[in-house]
């Protein structure tokens, strides 16, 4: 795989291009190799491809055709040659084993971080802040369940008294309809 971006690599503008390096390399390393394969820029312009050649024409006109037809040209090779590259790239990642060893720890580590375990067995700073969290805001919970049920309980409380004092309008009312000074 090596000699192969090392052959590409002359004609990368930037220049060291971005070794692949060996086999124990960190993720930052792998990341950077990558990074410029996938982001690479070359100065190949494929001039020596063009088929017309407008040098013998007097007219301008053909001269500016002819040159805008190798122009295009030139620009679906180079395009050609940038997918061409980054396939390249393509199947190197999906066989680079420091990718799949990447992946793994990041695994790992994302399971032992969901275990809130550290590698001694002891629950990890951000487990315990995160069951820390986790008590507050059951807490929080609880006590807006008991403001909610002290808040109907005061409702229930005003609305039994506005019928009790309903009622007693209601019997007084009745007694004054009913009294000594009513004509029958």
Sequence with gaps: MTPVFEMESRFSKTQPAAPLGSEDATKEEVERFYDFW?????????????????????SRDDKRYTEKKNKNERARLKKEDTARVRELV????????????????????????????????????????????????????????????????????????????KARRAARTAEEGSGPGTPA
Excluded: C, Q
């Design 38 to 58: 996938y982001s690479f820029d070359s100065w190949r312009s494929f001039e020596y491809r063009d088929k017309e050649v407008n040098e013998g024409s007097d």
């Design 90 to 165: 393509d199947l190197a990642m999906a066989h680079d084993p420091r990718i799949k060893r990447i992946k793994e720890e990041e695994k790992a580590a994302r399971e032992a971080k969901k275990k809130g375990v550290t590698g001694k067995g002891k629950p990890s700073a951000a487990a315990l802040a995160h069951e820390a969290a986790k008590k507050a805001e059951e807490e929080k919970a609880r006590k807006e369940v008991e403001e909610i049920a002290k808040a109907e309980a005061k409702k229930a409380k005003a609305a039994a008294a506005t019928a009790a004092k």
